[in-house]
């Protein structure tokens, strides 16, 4: 445990957001961090991860309950710890606490005392919180444009010939300088564009009315589910996610998504656009001492399942550059499975605990992800996974040579924040407390797409009603109204000359029949 100390340079004050006033911290708060290079977990020696290697990406797996979410919160702290920004989920609602210092128990003290770890303390972390619906942190926003037909095609469950529909009307709104940021930008778009269908046709080819309508009714969907509050602006930026505080520690980004994880497709698309846009963004970094980011993907599965191979692929891609331009991306899943191959080859430091194997496709499971790392002539592979405890894993790293290290069977460092979740008075504290809060606290509503077809629908109806103005009216006469006597004279005449017309033909018949 921490020792007292009664030397005040041992110790510096630090503002901590929840609290009024100020908490004493040594200086030394971080063993887990030093010489360069992270404790992350302990067998009969020390496993480290190095920060310059933290680029190269990483895995966590695992069945339900093992420990996955300590060991990501463990990651967290220790990234922050060497100056490394951090963005991860909350899937659950209960990663609240790691802005606050852990709380002091015997089970704690003797995890601390089997580790050795020298003047632990417990500590909060630098923590700012968002939530796309803007419930328990500051909103999440983006544009309609910012993420793209594809994704967007994806998101809505589109078919093929629907998703063609949509690329083509961002292509038309691209063309007629129409900004698409929110859903009802793309819903006024839709509508004019389905009635001005002959006025693009020849150059943009053709949309049904029934396509057009199927985007229309998926797009109705998409607001149900949250895209009204998702979409718009002020559009995140990116950079507020890379920064430290005035002590070199990175700031821990957490996303609240235990509402936004009952969408699997709005999360997954959400945490893909994410890496879209760190990828397109951010500038080459080349090979740099620590990352720039480290983003954690928790729950990956709902990104890849039903994704298509076009998708999965474009994933690939970005993953494989994205460690040039100086960040980490980590996966969260309970087996390596849920993962494409393609992917898990780029994942290099890897941390597996405990997965249970009751059915052939399982074992086959296990078999798979023992083979993936350096065996230890300490144990088998195999059969190790099946047996870890809580808080026990697999840990396999990048050295400092980049050469992946002999795996070895180790229990995770407990972390240093709360593991208690934090209280909605808590959140609220954090959010007002940010400098984020002016910036992203109000949805603003500028002119856009659906203004500017609004102007163009007024400016119709005006020439419209123009154009009848001027047109001369036709004079048109009301037929004379007939009195009874009238009518009854002309139906005695229609009835005399139809009796005329009789004789006249038979007279005609007769003399023709003599002859």
């Known amino acids: 445990m921490s020792k007292t100390r009664t030397d005040l340079s041992e110790y510096i004050l630090l503002p901590f957001v929840p ?3 100020t908490i004493k911290i040594p200086k030394r708060w971080f063993p887990m961090y030093s010489d360069k290079k992270v404790w992350i977990a302990s067998s009969d020696k020390k496993v480290y991860l190095y920060p310059e290697m933290a680029n190269r990406h990483g895995l966590i797996t695992g069945a339900s309950g093992t420990g996955k979410t300590v060991t990501l919160r463990v990651l967290a702290e220790s990234f922050s710890s060497a100056g490394i920004p951090v963005f991860f989920s909350d899937m659950k609602g209960d990663v609240g606490g790691i802005c606050q210092p852990g709380v002091d128990s015997e089970k704690m003290r003797k995890r601390i005392d089997r580790f050795g770890i020298p003047d632990f303390t417990f500590t909060g972390f630098p923590t700012r919180f968002w939530d796309v619906y803007g419930e328990t942190g500051h909103p999440v926003r983006t544009t309609m444009s910012s993420m ?24 038309i709104c691209r063309d007629e300088g129409w900004d698409i940021i929110d859903t009802k930008d793309l819903r006024a778009v839709l509508q004019y564009v389905n009635d001005h269908k ?21 797009l109705r969907s998409l607001e149900d589910e949250g895209g009204d509050i998702f ?5 995140i930026d990116i950079d507020d996610w890379m920064m430290t505080d ?19 497709k709005l999360y997954g698309t959400f945490m893909m656009w994410l890496m879209q846009e760190l990828f397109e963004r951010l500038p080459e970094a080349g090979d740099i001492d620590k990352p720039k980011l480290v983003f954690f993907f928790d729950e990956a599965h709902m990104l890849f399942s039903d994704a298509p191979k076009s998708l999965v692929q474009k994933i690939e891609q970005m993953v494989k550059l994205i460690r040039s331009k100086g960040v980490g991306i980590y996966f969260v899943s309970q087996s390596p499975s849920d993962i ?7 994942l290099s430091n890897r941390i597996q605990h405990a997965l249970r194997a009751y059915t052939p496709a399982e074992q086959k499971a296990v078999k798979a992800a023992a083979g993936a790392f350096r065996a230890n002539k300490a144990f088998k592979t195999e059969e190790a996974i099946m047996e870890l405890g809580v808080g026990e894993a697999l840990v396999s790293c990048l050295d400092e040579n980049g050469t992946p290290s002999i795996v070895e069977r180790a229990f995770i460092l407990p972390p240093q924040s709360c593991l208690k979740a934090l209280d909605k008075a808590g959140y609220d ?9 002016k910036k992203y606290g109000k949805a603003v509503d500028r002119e856009s797409a659906y203004e500017k077809i609004q102007k163009l629908n007024e400016k119709a109806k005006k020439e419209v009603a123009k154009t009848e103005a001027k047109a001369p009216a036709k004079k048109t006469s009301a037929p004379a109204k007939k009195s009874t006597t009238n009518k009854a004279a002309e139906k005695a005449l229609n009835k005399a000359a139809t009796s005329a017309g009789r004789a006249i033909g038979n007279g005609l018949l007769k003399t023709f029949l003599k002859k």
């Not at 979409?231 to 559009?235: I, L, M, R």
């Not at 005035?246 to 994880?261: A, M, P, Y």
């Not at 494409?340 to 780029?346: C, G, I, K």
Request: aromatic content about 8%.
């Open 246 to 264: 005035k002590d070199g520690r990175g700031f821990i980004n957490v996303l609240n998504s235990e509402k936004l994880s009952r969408s699997p």
């Open 429 to 437: 504290r954090m959010v007002k407390a940010s400098p984020f809060d």
């Open 231 to 235: 979409f718009g602006e002020p559009a």
């Open 19 to 21: 609290f009024q006033g």
């Open 198 to 218: 002959d006025d693009y046709i020849s150059e943009y080819g053709n949309m049904s009315t029934q396509s057009l309508g199927a985007v229309q009714r998926s």
């Open 340 to 346: 494409p191959d393609s992917v898990l080859a780029q």
């Open 148 to 171: 793209g037909p594809t994704l967007l095609a994806r998101l809505m469950n589109l078919s093929d010939v629907q998703a063609d529909v949509l690329t083509v009307v961002f292509r």
